[in-house]
């Protein structure tokens, strides 16, 4: 079955550049939304449509396509941005939404 | 905007069903499907299915089809997500989301509710 890789941690110093990295064979004809889970609570959407930004999401989110492979980008990473970040894609084989494993962003 | 307003805990026996309900506040449901995903404890999204709500078509997830059924109330304005044949391995906090879906291959979930807690213990 289709799937969507992503590496499970990510560490980066406050301030720093955060980039974390969902790739997928298929990844090419789907746009890629990305969401953002802190502990306890429910997922939130932080790019949709490969590179946009939802109202209220905070400007140093971004979202960038290459090929076969999403990246979210957080420029200047801040201690609340520590969080799980799943990325999520449409896969038309299968007629089914699918999501990456999920990678564990740790600022320190 | 709108959320989605889920209530908190289930308990089930195993083999036993349960139903999750979503109520739409501030929009009307039948604007935009609804879909699940689950989340089981420490483990990543799982998309379960989702359903469009203003003519009732259903699109389940290979893994979940014949044992789940995904219903919507729109007096009420609620979504409903019925799983049979509960296991063990079913424990998961279950999520509804509003779907939106833009071209031929770009879905998304621009709003989730806070999630309903399905234990499964004997």
Redo the contacts between chains.
């Keep these: 079955s289709y799937e969507l890789t992503q590496p499970p941690s990510v560490s980066v110093s406050p301030g720093q550049t955060a980039s974390i990295t969902c790739s997928g064979d298929k990844l090419g004809?789907?746009?890629v939304?990305w969401?953002q889970?802190k502990p306890g609570q429910?997922?939130?959407?932080v790019i949709?449509?490969d590179t946009s930004r939802?109202s209220g999401i905070r400007e140093r989110f971004s979202g960038s396509t290459s090929g076969n492979t999403a990246t979210l980008t957080i420029s200047g990473t801040q201690t609340m941005d520590e969080a799980d970040y799943?990325c999520?894609a449409?896969d038309?084989s299968?007629?089914?939404?699918?999501?990456?494993?999920?990678t564990r962003l740790t600022v320190l | 905007q709108g959320q989605l307003v889920q209530a908190g805990v289930d308990v089930k026996k195993p083999g036993a069903s349960v139903k999750v309900s979503c109520v739409a506040s501030g929009y009307n449901l039948k604007d935009f499907p609804i879909s699940w995903v689950r989340q089981a404890p420490g483990q990543g999204l799982e998309w379960m299915g989702w359903i469009i709500v203003y003519n009732g078509n259903t699109n389940y997830a290979q893994k979940f089809q014949g044992r789940v059924t995904m219903t919507t109330d729109t007096i009420t304005n609620t979504a409903y997500m019925e799983l049979g044949s509960l296991r063990f391995d079913d424990t998961a906090v279950y999520y509804c989301a509003r779907q939106r879906h833009d071209y031929s291959n770009n879905y998304y979930f621009d709003s989730w509710g806070q999630g309903t807690l399905v234990t499964v213990s004997s």
């Design positions: 004809i789907s746009y939304s969401y889970q429910s997922p939130v959407m949709y449509q939802p799943y999520q449409w038309i299968n007629v089914s939404i699918i999501f990456g494993g999920g």
